[in-house]
């Protein structure tokens, strides 16, 4: 007969399955600390001996890592997911800009769609939260605080689709874009024209969204991030022509 003897789950193992699923699920994120041993051990309501064999084997197996003095985070599990050397191509080529620009259009068209159909309230309730914010720092004239937002706006709406693959691949790419690997995102935030426009394209997903219409919702990211796309290609373009600009200064300025 196909059956097994039942033994009881060590207590250390439960606390690792419990710690394992919310990495996974993106609730404790790269970087993240945890609570203190003493807080930790009460909400989970385990001994610290438990708790301590649980962070020992998630630290064994990379997923946490302990910082003299300063407790534990969560790894930064995210850090592998390209080479340095792969990195490095990114940023010599403009091509890689594109593709990656063609890449979060499919990938976050889907996410919106299956937001609109799958996320929860709460979901919702985060997603409109974060426009919220984004709204109040476009009254500000530094447009460093919406340029941030920006990024978790879109990173909210993959949460609620509620895809743990896309999740983590998703936030591995945008980790890229914040350390510039793809371009400048500020490049978009300089021109107040261009900040208005951008705050209305979010608006326009926040809307479908809370409508819960996928179909809409997908449209309202591809139009954004066709826009995007356009005016990074302006920009090129600009500084192509900058360049040979003051190629033919140059040169004019030395015939004199």
Do not use: W
Not at 133 to 159: T, V, W
Not at 161 to 176: A, E, G, K, P, T
């Amino acid at each position: 007969m196909p059956f097994q003897p039942v033994t009881p789950e060590k207590l250390s193992t439960t606390v690792t399955r419990q710690i394992e699923k919310l990495i996974l699920q993106g609730i404790l994120r790269p970087g993240e600390r945890l609570p203190s041993e003493r807080e930790l051990s009460e909400r989970l309501a385990v001994s610290r001996p438990s708790l301590r064999e649980a962070i020992s084997d998630l630290s064994d197996r990379g997923l946490l890592t302990s910082r003299a003095g300063a407790g534990v985070y969560v790894a930064d599990v995210l850090g592998s997911a390209f080479s340095d050397a792969l990195i490095q191509l990114f940023a010599n080529h403009d091509e890689a800009v594109f593709d990656y620009l063609s890449f979060r259009r499919d990938m976050e068209g889907l996410a919106a769609e299956r937001a609109a159909r799958l996320a929860s309230d709460t979901d919702l309730a985060v997603i409109g939260a974060v426009f919220a914010r984004m709204e109040a720092a476009h009254a500000k004239r530094d447009p460093s605080d919406e340029a941030a937002l920006d990024a978790e706006f879109h990173l909210s709406i993959i949460e609620a689709s509620h895809n743990v693959i896309m999740l983590h691949m998703m936030r591995s790419m945008y980790q890229l874009l914040r350390e510039g690997v793809f371009y400048n995102r500020q490049i978009m935030f300089r021109q107040k024209t261009t900040r208005s426009v951008l705050l209305d394209q979010h608006r326009a997903i926040n809307l479908a969204l809370q409508a819960r219409d996928p179909e809409g919702a997908r449209q309202a990211v591809v139009d954004h991030l066709g826009y995007v796309e356009a005016c990074l290609a302006d920009n090129r373009k600009a500084e192509a022509h900058e360049a040979v600009a003051r190629q033919r200064l140059e040169h004019v300025g030395g015939k004199g």
